[in-house]
């Protein structure tokens, strides 16, 4: 069945301006780490980012290597684009990355020239592009020079493959000096992507003051904790089998035990609030004025529309934000 977009995609969902740019981003955005490799399946993938875009969200974020297998996850976004999604480009905001291994050789992986600029041509090719909206460096190199990688970066946003450079995973001194490099190239940088949620906090540490000097936006993944943060592993020694934790990947299973009473007490907390764990933990992510955006990654409509109805309580009292950190200190 052909797919037309909802009328009213743009009467719910709040956007926000992306540091000192002109672009606005849904405060929430859709990721594309998980769930839509070729071990996954594209009919569910579709549902998902069919309804993403009807309730507003607009910012679909990918990598080179996602999937599995590495670039699957682009080539199927791809596909659906083609198939749904091609009439409403400007409408979207794409991003990819460029950083981690992809291909054999010294080529295939880091921050020089050659290897980022070659990520991106086989990306866009990958997923049928002329540009993509955000072009990400998606970790720094530490065997080659910042200018470098910069560089390249600048050069994809002059050849018109990409519309604005971002910077993933960099430190607080990594992210000042690149965006001074691409500031004195001409090409701002727009936005640090960095892990933050209420078990992984670096985002405080620094890194946000840095990003605000630059005149960045910032969107932070993994807000849930690979899913630590919902009702998932609320039940003690029952861990499902399909999760992260039991697989082992990306999680593991003394993580999930050993975080288990916090999230037991934060879930009460969230109760209390009107709101599911995960809603809170969402919105407690975009209670910092830095962060434009938090991905999310959804295996099913189902789970896509509860993470966005965070968006309905995003206010905190003094209590509630005390309450949270008495909770994540304990012991």
């Known amino acids: 069945m052909h797919y037309q977009a909802a009328p009213g995609r743009y009467q719910s969902i709040p956007y926000q301006r992306c540091g000192q740019s002109g672009l606005l981003l849904p405060r929430i955005s859709l990721g ?47 596909r659906l684009f083609h198939e749904d999604l091609a009439v409403y480009r400007d409408e979207l905001i794409i991003s990819t990355k460029a950083g981690y291994h992809m291909w054999p050789g010294p080529y295939g992986e880091w921050g020089s020239r050659k290897s980022v600029l070659a990520s991106l041509d086989q990306s866009l090719k990958r997923m049928g592009l002329e540009y993509v909206d955000i072009f990400y460096s998606h970790r720094p190199d530490p065997g080659t020079p910042l200018e470098e990688t910069m560089g390249a970066l600048d050069h994809a946003v002059r050849q018109g493959k990409a519309l604005y450079a971002g910077i993933s995973n960099y430190n607080p001194a990594q992210t000042r000096q690149a965006a001074a490099i691409l500031r004195a190239l001409g090409t701002p940088c727009l936005i640090h992507q960095q892990s933050y949620s209420m078990f992984r906090r670096e985002l405080e540490e620094g890194l946000s003051a840095a990003i605000e000097e630059a005149g960045m936006g910032c969107i ?112």
Do not use: C
């Not at 399946?41 to 910012?59: C, K």
């Not at 975009?286 to 434009?292: A, H, K, Y």
């Not at 991905?295 to 309905?312: H, T």
């Open 32 to 78: 594309l780490w998980h769930n839509w490799g070729d071990v996954d399946r594209f009919e569910t993938g579709r549902a998902v980012i069919r309804r993403a875009f009807d309730l507003g969200v607009t910012h679909f974020d990918l990598a080179n290597n996602y999937g599995p297998p590495p670039g699957s996850a682009e080539t199927n976004f791809g």
């Open 220 to 331: 932070v993944f993994s807000p849930l904790a690979q899913g630590q943060l919902t009702d998932r592993y609320l039940q003690e020694n029952e861990i499902p089998a399909d999760s992260r934790a039991a697989r082992g990947q990306f999680l593991k299973l003394e993580q999930v035990q050993a975080n288990l009473p916090k999230v037991r007490s934060l879930h009460a907390l969230a109760q209390k609030r009107g709101q599911t764990l995960a809603q809170m933990a969402l919105a407690w992510t975009l209670r910092l004025p830095v962060v434009t955006s938090t991905l999310i990654g959804a295996s099913s409509v189902r789970q896509l529309e509860d993470n966005v109805k965070a968006l309905d309580r995003l206010d905190f009292s003094a209590a509630e934000l005390e309450q949270i950190e008495t909770i994540l200190k304990s012991k």
